[in-house]
């Protein structure tokens, strides 16, 4: 790994380590290997948010010529955001692709990534079935979200109406993630998410 | 790139710190607006990118870029740094200013070349001398040169070659003008032109001649062993075929100017010798008088295309 980058993703590390967001439990930050090319970033759900309670894991690849380009990273924790990617956890957040700055931090960077859970910005989606839901059915968004988060982030709200359906799913032999997410595709409506199933 | 944080005694001011390598700023420029600082190289990298601040993302170009206040380079060329060589044993604290010129003398460099004692002639970085075997190097040396040598003899070889097929070209291309100057007036011209410049690159490329001992020369050489000799010495010298010839023939007195065809006329014209530029014929006690060398000379002591004189010694 380049000199400059392993320079500045351990200083970064100290950095965050001694955050006041680390202290307080909404950020944290590990390491996958040896060679500071890969860390483990993990966030926690912003209050007054679907993704409260919820504890994301993040993926973070630092590039070899990082920090003139934004390190790669992707929720690896299952998520329903207008940003995210309900399929690969692929982010669309502009300080990770044009608006990088080489001064940013990983530590800015993933309280950037808190503060979109917070924010969702729905005119420049990652997952245009998740906008669209977003934009037209609010209500059935943020409940669809805080499943999400209670299935796959830990999160404390169960939504039983959706609990059982995805288990009515299950019965037919279908794989739950894989019901869950027709389910959220077709706005819990049993019947099409079925159809499309089976199609 | 700037240089490690942990290097310096006591604590960094933020200020001095690049935010891009996250190093104490080394060499540094600032963006003219927002005035942030950055490493030399690190900041010309990250324009090189994409022209903006790197901090807060506002338009700046490489020309854009100022040296930074006197004030924060006081403050770097203060700070205490261990040497580059610290890991090699260097205990040296210097002021961050006088860094570059303790690394360029610092006796702990592994990279610093020395001569070896045992003999071999090599200078070779300090932390290979205790690996350096004076044999096997010269060896590699030794075969390294023996490959360019082949390379040599294969390219020398090549070039012959090329030079022959040169030569062979020309031979027929000069028969060809020979045959061309016949028949047209403007040829003719421009071949004895040519010819004149071929004879006056010759005479260049001789070596002037010293006569020592006028009296020494030899005014009816022997044809067959003295003149023959000369002829080849003159033809592997690069005489014109063209003159060689009459070259030859004016070895004679028989065929010398008024001035020096008796030895009465010569006697009368010693102290004129003197005037004659004269060439080595390589290898012969003789010397050339060419024409186009001597064109200061009175007539009656120069003939077309040149004299050749031939001596018992007295050359140099
Ligand atoms: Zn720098
Ligand atoms: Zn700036
Ligand atoms: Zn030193
Ligand atoms: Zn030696």
């Known amino acids: ?199 | 790139m700037g240089f490690e944080i942990k290097r310096f005694q006591g604590d960094v001011d933020e200020e001095l710190i690049c935010p891009i390598c996250s190093g104490v700023l080394e060499d540094p420029l600032q963006a003219p607006a927002c005035e942030h600082a950055f490493c030399r190289a690190c900041i010309n990298e990250w324009i090189s990118r994409q022209p903006t601040c790197p901090v807060d993302r506002q338009a700046v170009t490489a020309s854009q870029l100022r040296p930074v206040p006197r004030i924060l380079r006081n403050l770097l060329s203060r700070l205490c740094t261990s040497c580059d060589n610290a890991p090699h044993g260097c205990n040296a604290v210097l002021k961050l200013d006088s860094l570059a010129s303790h690394l360029v003398e610092c006796e702990f460099n592994p990279k610093r070349p020395m001569p070896c004692e045992a003999g071999c002639g090599l200078v070779i970085p300090k932390d290979e001398l205790a690996e350096h075997n004076c044999v096997r190097e010269l060896r590699a040396l030794i075969t390294s040169q023996q490959g360019k040598l082949t390379d040599f003899q294969q390219e020398l070889a090549e070039q012959r070659l090329i030079i022959n097929e040169h030569k062979r070209e020309l031979a027929l291309l000069k028969e060809f003008m020979r045959a061309m100057r016949i028949s047209n007036p403007t040829m003719r011209a421009l071949a004895d032109q040519m010819e004149r410049e071929e004879v006056i690159r010759w005479a260049n490329s001789l070596t002037r001649a010293r006569v020592t001992r006028w009296g020494g020369m030899i005014s009816t050489p022997d044809d067959v062993l003295q003149v023959m000799m000369i002829k080849r010495s003159l033809s592997e010298s690069g005489c014109p075929p063209h003159i060689i010839d009459d070259l030859m023939e004016n070895c004679h007195e028989r065929r010398w100017p008024p001035g020096l065809s008796s030895l009465e006329t010569r006697q009368n014209n010693r102290r004129l010798y003197e005037k004659y530029v004269c060439k080595r014929v390589p290898g012969k006690q003789a010397v050339l008088v060419l024409q186009c060398d001597n064109t200061h000379v009175d007539e009656h002591m120069m003939v077309e295309p040149g004299l050749v004189m031939i001596f018992a010694h007295g050359i140099e």
């Open chain 1, 1 to 199: 790994m380049a000199n400059i980058a392993a320079k500045r993703i351990k200083r970064e590390f100290k950095e965050v380590m001694n955050s006041e967001e680390v202290a307080g439990g909404y950020i944290k930050l590990a390491l996958v290997n040896d060679s500071w090319t890969e860390l483990q970033g993990t966030i926690v759900g912003p209050p007054d948010t679907p993704y409260e309670g919820g504890t994301f894991q993040l993926e973070i690849k630092v590039p070899e010529t990082y920090p003139f380009n934004p390190p790669k990273i992707r929720f690896v924790t299952k998520i329903w955001h207008p940003n995210v990617s309900s399929v690969t956890g692929a982010i669309c957040l502009d300080i990770l692709k044009d608006q990088w700055a080489a001064a940013l931090t990983l530590r800015t960077v993933l309280l950037s990534i808190q503060a979109l859970l917070s924010a969702a910005e729905a005119g420049d989606p990652q997952d245009a079935v998740v906008a669209k839901q977003y934009r037209e059915s609010q209500q059935l968004f943020l409940l669809t979200a805080r499943h999400w988060t209670n299935v796959y982030a830990g999160g404390p709200s169960a939504i039983w109406e959706f609990d059982q359906k995805v288990q009515r799913l299950l019965d037919m032999g279908i794989d739950e993630h894989e019901a869950r997410v027709a389910l959220s595709h077709y706005d819990w409506e049993l019947e099409r998410a079925t159809e499309q199933l089976f199609s």
